[in-house]
């Protein structure tokens, strides 16, 4: 019989509860392999990964009432566990894809709609600044998903690189982040009564709320 498929957010929650069921030794290699496979959702189904975690936990949980571990189940390196499982997982569909990044994208036009001040009854928005804000804030977001997916595989003597980076990136993305909320140039600019302005932030956030739950 086919198992029913819920979304993503169904196997997290579950996930999170039945990890708790896990001596120490299991949970520490299974929260590694779930970690080596969360930070992939960008390029995979995030949906369809934590299917496949969901069904491995249950296993493991069968296998611990005959004093199964982990290890003897899964083998010994959860990294390659995880490499096994992506290479069978077809990429991310596009539409998931753009749900991704309109998120990112959603999120950075709010905050900047707050930052103009909209109090005069009026607003002008440069959507040439809109639209360069989402492109490297998403950009930002692939380069750190890569840094962490990376924290995995490398070993523990070489993650104060990565620490560094993380730290000089984010460095890099709240300067970006004020250098093209001041933009000045290149000039794309429309106005539109507050009212309208407000309304169309709304139906942002009401969308990105939407997609978060899916």
């Given amino acids: 019989m ?3 498929r819920y979304s993503a957010k169904w196997y997290r929650e579950r996930l ?3 990890e708790k069921q896990l001596n120490s030794a299991d949970y520490q290699y299974f929260d590694e392999l779930r970690g080596c496979l969360s930070f992939a959702g960008l390029n995979y189904d995030e949906t369809r990964l934590n299917q496949i975690l969901f069904g491995m936990l249950q296993d493991l949980i069968d296998a611990n009432q005959q004093e199964i571990s982990a290890v003897n189940l899964f083998g010994k390196q959860p990294k390659q566990m995880a490499d096994e499982i992506l290479i069978t997982l077809p990429p991310i569909k596009w539409f998931e894809r753009f749900k991704l990044y309109f998120l990112v994208a959603g999120i950075t036009w709010i905050i900047q709609f707050f930052r103009e001040n909209p ?6 928005l440069n959507l040439l600044q809109y639209l360069l804000l989402a492109f490297f804030f998403n950009l930002f977001v692939v380069i750190i998903f890569k840094l962490i997916k990376n924290q995995f595989y490398q070993p523990k003597s070489s993650h104060w690189i990565n620490i560094v980076l993380l730290g000089l990136l984010f460095a890099t993305l709240g300067s970006s982040f004020y250098l093209l909320g001041n933009l000045k140039f290149l000039q ?6 507050f009212m309208i302005s407000l309304g169309l932030t709304i139906m942002i956030m009401i969308s990105l709320i939407a997609i978060a739950e899916t």
Avoid: E, S
């Fill in 2 to 4: 086919k198992q029913p």
């Fill in 16 to 18: 999170n509860r039945l």
């Fill in 119 to 124: 109090v005069k009854g009026t607003i002008t």
């Fill in 188 to 193: 794309l600019n429309v106005t539109l009564p």
